[in-house]
């Protein structure tokens, strides 16, 4: 009984999620002609649900939430490139019972909690200012400027005969305290400071 | 089932236990291939299960990324499972993202994902998995596996296992089912082995050995139990057969057996003596055969009634033909136990009784001879009769007619015949008296207290009896009674005469009477009739009677004088005793107290006192007793006088002087008498004997007895001495009171031992006398009856 109930669980959830998933996916393949936002590109949407999906496959150290019940916050540095897409993908989304919350950051001493920081193309001359005051910060950095994880950046979105391919530093990652699951690094490719 | 009842034990009880063994593993064994093979499922759905989380759990980047060519590679590790033929990732739109391996058949796949969970389906097992990242859905997986591989060998483990299992386990089954059916089957084997042994051999000796104690062993027990009762009833049926045979073989009765058709089936040895022929000559022949043709109808007659009624037993005598030639005479009793099975058959038992048969004849024709002898004798004998007859009426009449006072009684005296005469005297009827006894009819008058007339007449009848010779009586009182009641005073002369019968015995009394009342009476009258003869001789007559009253009444006051005399003198003995001691003692008181004072003189006066005092005391005793003699009642019994008179010797001690008595004492015979009394009679005469021959210097005494004849009706004893005798003229006197022939100063002594002697012998029965001389001893006898008197 108790496996069949588990069953009839996990079918249930296993339902939902599919319907979640599939608006999302749907929202995210129809919706972008229709608005015809120049700033929510078909690319910058995948790239914001990957934003997403980080969430799901890095530990933070506990010191990066004030509590258990804290939400995760991912903040954009520089021109938003996703419109108001990022905010529609982690709308109603909890990764580990955390609420997902977006915000935007004009510099970089504007961010003060945050764990998954976005650094928008505009900032690319910043960069090494910018990585800098974050350091010591538990502070997943996400860019897709070339060269972003030679220069420090702790995974950038490189694309690659069309497709979006992640490059990940783990020297950084392991600097500032991240623990980056071992799944993502299986599509990723490991790039070491200075080269790339 | 029929042939199964028909298998031996051993192998009914083996099949019985290999069948149950042998199903019950069969089940088992079902019920467990049904357990694993839903193990088996499910652990493959597990397997399944795991293998499809671990694929999903590696497709979660892949899928997140959207990385296909990572999913790819993820996919392909399964061919390390081959049984995985088929598997997929579709994107959470439900599209396909990457499948394994790279071109399966389109037809393999599913479009588009189901339903979460594994659905079997005839040798495939597939299902959907999802792929969850951080509580979220990226996507899903679909694997299929096919189980047809899996399951044959797993069926092919499986039940090659189970069937060596079975083997081994009813090759075991089978080896034990064996061991045990043999604890049941032995003893029922033995006991079937016993029992066959009784039937084939009707040996009833063996026995079936117990093997246990269980309920087979009391089947046994009580087995063996009927085998000894079979044995027994057998051993009583073969005695009783063997009887019954010896029975029927010894008999000298013939016994045949036939069936319905009369054909001879049985006959037993006795026939050749009865019929001449051997058994074996009959048996198979017709019964009815050699039948004398005129018993013939009476055989088939006897035959048919027979048949008709089974059990029915019809005696019938026939001639059968002999085997010499004659005919015989058969007696028999045919019974027909055709329906008894033991026998079917009549059974007829006969014997030849031509003897006995020709004896009859003889018998018959003797007997009726007799008859008519007999008839002729009666005839002569009842002329015979008439003719008493006739004379006996003239007799009777005569008796009844005759003019004298008649009466006939027989020895018991009851009364036969009267004459009329003596009716009308005594005022009785024929009819009354006839039968009666003689003192019923005539009693004594009750009014008269001195009436003597029936014992008078009873001793005088009772003379008659005894002595067979006729008793005249003296004239008797004897009052008779009349018709109505009353006595009437009556004085009779009787003559009672035995009439003897040819062997000298009594037969009757003739009681002849004379009424002389009339005489009597004048006589009291004091008138002086005539002086007749006849007249004269009845005056005689009345006075004899008279003068016998008279007689009889002085003798009745003479016993009542004597009676107070013998009282008076025992009262005076009696009384005289009292003053007597007084002189007796005062006479030695004074002869203690005085003796110093007194003269000589005056002691002996003295002495002479005290002495005659003494010597009339014992006079004074003897006389005491010589009056209680007669009145003290005799003990009579059986004495033994040889220790009697021994003992009276001994106990005398008569030679304590210094005497030598030469003592002759001969065997006495035991007589019948007071014991007390004779010890005294012996005493006195002993020591007489002793006293008066004391002046004998060789004194010699002799008891012994003497017997007239053998027969005598008394015994005589007697003391002999050769002491002073006596003289023969004074005889007479020696047995009286006080009568002494010898003075006090020759011989001590009271004058009363003799009286004494004389009276006890008296009063048995007895005499005592005595004979002596004088100075030449003196023998005392006296007599004792043979037959003791009556008390």
């Known amino acids: 009984m108790a496996v069949l109930s588990a069953t009839a669980f996990v079918r249930g959830r296993a339902a939902r999620w599919i319907a979640a998933a599939g608006i999302a996916w749907s929202a995210l393949l129809l919706v972008s002609p229709a608005i015809a936002q120049p700033e929510a590109t078909r690319e910058y949407q995948i790239k914001a649900v990957f934003l997403f999906n980080f969430a799901q496959f890095v530990d933070w150290p506990p010191a990066a939430f004030s509590d258990p019940q804290a939400p995760l916050i991912i903040g954009v540095l520089g ?50 200012n910018i990585l800098a005051s974050l350091k010591g910060r538990s502070v997943l950095t996400v860019g897709d400027m070339d060269g972003f994880a030679q220069r420090g ?18 020297a950084a990652a392991k600097a500032a305290q991240l623990t980056l699951s071992s799944k993502l690094l299986r599509p990723a490719d490991i790039v070491e400071p200075g080269k790339d | 089932m029929a042939r199964f009842k028909d298998l031996p034990i051993q192998r009914k009880l083996t099949l019985l236990l290999m069948l149950t063994s042998v199903g019950v593993m069969v089940i088992m064994r079902l019920a467990f291939f049904v357990y694993e093979y ?28 959207g990385n296909r060519s990572d999913a790819g590679e993820t996919l392909s590790a399964l061919h390390a499972e081959p049984n995985v033929v088929a598997a997929a990732l579709y994107d959470p739109a439900g599209k396909l993202f990457a499948q394994y391996p790279a071109q399966p058949a389109a037809a393999q796949l599913p479009p588009a994902p189901g339903a979460d969970g594994y659905q079997f389906s005839p040798d495939r097992l597939a299902g959907f998995e999802p792929v969850v990242q951080a509580g979220r859905r990226l996507g899903t997986l679909y694997l299929q596996l096919d189980t047809g591989a899996i399951l044959g060998a797993w069926l092919r483990g499986s039940l090659g296992i189970a ?138 007659e006897v035959i048919a009634q027979l048949l008709a009624s089974p059990g029915r037993s019809i005696p019938v005598v026939w001639r059968r033909r002999h085997k010499a030639g004659h005919w015989v005479w058969l007696e028999g009793t045919a019974t027909n136990l055709l329906g008894d099975p033991a026998v079917s058959a009549i059974v007829t038992n006969y014997r030849d009784i031509t003897e006995r048969r020709n004896s009859e004849t003889e018998i018959k024709r003797l007997n009726e001879d007799l008859e008519r ?182 003798n009745q006051q003479l016993e009542a004088a004597n009676k107070e005399l013998e009282a008076f003198s025992y009262s005076v003995s009696h009384d005289l005793r009292a003053p007597l001691r007084h002189v007796d003692g005062f006479a030695s008181l004074l002869t203690k107290r005085a003796e110093k004072t007194l003269d000589t003189q005056s002691l002996r006066y003295l002495t002479t006192i005290s002495g005659a005092a003494k010597q009339m005391g014992r006079l004074i005793d003897d006389l005491l007793s010589f009056s209680r003699m007669s009145r003290t009642t005799l003990r009579l019994a059986e004495v033994d006088q040889d220790a009697l008179v021994a003992g009276i010797v001994r106990e005398g001690n008569y030679e304590q002087s210094g005497r030598t008595i030469a003592w002759e004492i001969a065997p006495l015979p035991p007589v019948h008498a007071d014991a007390a009394m004779l010890r005294q009679v012996w005493v006195n005469l002993i020591e007489n004997a002793v006293k008066y021959s004391g002046k004998n210097p060789a004194p ?80 005392f006898y006296f007599s004792l009856p043979v037959k003791p008197p009556s008390p």
């Open chain 1, 79 to 128: 021109d938003d490139p996703f419109g108001s897409f990022l905010d529609q993908t982690v709308r109603g989304e909890k990764v580990n019972a955390r609420p997902l919350v977006v915000r935007r950051y004009r510099a970089v001493a504007e961010v003060d909690t945050c764990h998954i920081l976005f650094i928008c193309g505009s900032e690319a001359g910043r960069l090494e």
């Open chain 1, 153 to 170: 950046g702790m995974i950038r979105f490189a694309t690659e005969n069309n497709r979006i391919r992640l490059r990940v530093n783990l």
């Open chain 2, 38 to 65: 839903r193990t088996f499922r499910e652990a493959t759905v597990r397997q399944l299960s795991i293998l499809g989380k671990i694929t999903a759990d590696n497709s979660t980047a892949a899928l997140a990324f």
């Open chain 2, 163 to 300: 069937i060596l299992v079975m083997a081994l386990a009813i090759v075991l089954a089978y080896l034990l089912s064996h061991w045990l059916q043999r604890q049941i089957s032995r003893p029922i084997l033995a006991l079937a082995d016993t029992a066959r042994a009784v039937s084939d051999r009707r040996d009833y000796s063996v026995r079936a050995t117990k093997l246990g104690h269980d309920e087979l062993g009391l089947l046994t027990d009580a087995f063996n139990q009927m085998l000894t009762q079979i044995q027994e009833q057998d051993l009583a049926l073969r005695h009783n057969e063997r009887r019954f045979r010896a029975l029927i073989e010894h008999s000298s009765d013939s016994i045949s057996l036939v069936n319905s058709q009369n054909c001879i089936l049985y006959l037993s040895p006795a026939v050749a003596a009865v019929e001449g022929y051997a058994p074996e000559e009959l048996v198979g022949r017709n019964g009815v055969e050699n039948t004398h043709p005129d018993d013939l109808p009476l055989l088939r």
């Open chain 2, 373 to 554: 002898r007999v008839v002729e004798r009666t005839a002569q004998l009842e002329s015979a009769n008439a003719d008493l007859r006739r004379s006996r009426a003239v007799f009777e009449n005569l008796f009844v007619s005759l003019p004298g006072l008649f009466l006939v009684l027989n020895p018991e005296l009851r009364i036969v015949a009267a004459s009329d005469a003596y009716l009308k005297a005594t005022m009785t009827t024929r009819d009354g008296i006839l039968g009666r006894g003689l003192f019923e009819v005539f009693p004594d008058n009750p009014d008269d207290p001195a009436a003597t007339g029936v014992s008078n007449l009873r001793a005088s009848l009772n003379r008659v009896i005894q002595n067979l010779a006729p008793d005249a009586m003296a004239i008797q009182k004897y009052d008779v009674r009349r018709p109505d009641g009353v006595f009437e005073e009556r004085f009779w002369s009787p003559v009672n005469s035995p009439v003897l019968g040819a062997d000298r015995a009594l037969e009757y009394i003739i009681h002849r009477v004379e009424d002389v009342t009339d005489f009597v009476r004048r006589k009291s009258a004091q008138t002086n009739g005539d002086g007749s003869l006849q007249a004269r001789l009845e005056r005689m007559e009345a006075e004899i009677f008279q003068s016998s009253q008279r007689v009889q009444a002085a």
């Open chain 2, 700 to 779: 010699r005494i002799v008891i012994g007895c003497q017997s007239a004849n053998g027969a005598a009706a008394e015994q005589v004893f007697f003391v002999r001495d050769n002491g002073v005798g006596f003289d023969m003229a004074y005889a007479g006197k020696l047995f009286g009171v006080f009568q002494r022939l010898h003075g006090p100063s020759e011989f001590e002594g009271t004058g009363i031992g003799l009286a004494n002697i004389r009276r006890i012998i008296a009063r048995h029965g007895g005499r005592t006398w005595a004979d002596g001389r004088v100075g030449e001893g003196a023998v």
